[in-house]
Nanobody, 125 residues
Framework: QVQLVESGGGLVQAGGSLRLSCAVS??????VGWIRQAPGKEREFAAA?????????FYADSVKGRFTISRENANNTVYLQMNSLTPEDTAVYFC???????????????????WGQGTQVTVSS
């Protein structure tokens, strides 16, 4: 059983920064990603990191260069550092885990099988 608990969301002005945290528990995890969903829109992949020794990372074009995903092995926490935020980044951000060792890039929200409860990020203009 895998459990994920997000924290760190909030309200920030455009141009500001936030760091999201995802505490991960469980075994046999291929990777963890951040997927966001804005009101009235479909889920959108943002960033992901594999739990292999290489720690491969993946980013959506919309966040590349602004968001950084990282993992702290000591406490099994995944972070999403978000800089230069814009109102278009407003969404509920979900942390999710993929437990299937497919070797694929972790960019498809449908391939994640465990999800956290989500944390709201609101960027004001």
């Amino acid at each position: 059983q895998v459990q994920l608990v997000e924290s760190g969301g909030g309200l920030v002005q455009a141009g500001g920064s936030l760091r999201l945290s995802c505490a991960v528990s469980g075994l046999n995890i291929y990777g963890v990603g951040w997927i966001r969903q804005a009101p009235g829109k479909e889920r959108e992949f943002a960033a992901a990191i594999t739990f292999s020794w290489a720690g491969d990372t993946f980013y959506a074009d919309s966040v590349k260069g602004r968001f950084t995903i990282s993992r702290e092995n000591a406490n099994n926490t995944v972070y999403l550092q978000m800089n230069s935020l814009t109102p278009e980044d407003t969404a509920v951000y979900f942390c999710a885990a993929d437990t299937v060792f497919s070797g694929k890039p972790l960019i498809n929200p449908d391939e994640y099988d465990y999800w956290g409860q989500g944390t709201q990020v609101t960027v004001s203009s």
